[in-house]
Nanobody
Framework: VQLVESGGGSVQSGGSLRLSCVASGIQLGDYIIGWFRQAPGKEREAVSCISNSDGTSYFADSVKGRFTFSRDSIKNTVYLQMNNLRPEDTAVYSC??????????????????????WGQGTQVTVSS
């Protein structure tokens, strides 16, 4: 199983990026999917997660209204569209997948869950 992120880069404040996470070896539609980020010297932060059962999603307060999550089942890819980027969004962004059937709130899984598979991450740098 492999998750590969792409789409990171350097943008100015207010700009946009779309991150992609393509999977091999699993069908992402069957998995809970999460996007996480980690800035230098900081702990990993859950950005957004989506359930594999009912499609419910979670977004961190810091990205609500700016980031959106989507899937392309044919391409076996999930996307994180990031708009109105801010310097504080600068981090390495990683996707993760978990095969459990979500039994509780997606927020709990996103913030404290254990994930089966992780990508290697893609760097996002936002300059002011």
């Amino acid at each position: 199983v492999q998750l590969v992120e792409s789409g990171g880069g350097s943008v100015q404040s207010g700009g946009s990026l779309r991150l992609s996470c393509v999977a091999s070896g699993i069908q992402l539609g069957d998995y809970i999917i999460g996007w996480f980020r980690q800035a230098p010297g900081k702990e990993r932060e859950a950005v957004s997660c989506i359930s594999n059962s009912d499609g419910t999603s979670y977004f961190a307060d810091s990205v609500k209204g700016r980031f959106t999550f989507s899937r392309d089942s044919i391409k076996n890819t999930v996307y994180l569209q990031m708009n109105n980027l801010r310097p504080e969004d600068t981090a390495v962004y990683s996707c993760a997948a978990d095969g459990a059937i979500l039994a509780g709130p997606i927020q709990a899984m996103c913030q404290t869950g254990i994930w089966d598979y992780w990508g290697q991450g893609t760097q996002v740098t936002v300059s002011s």
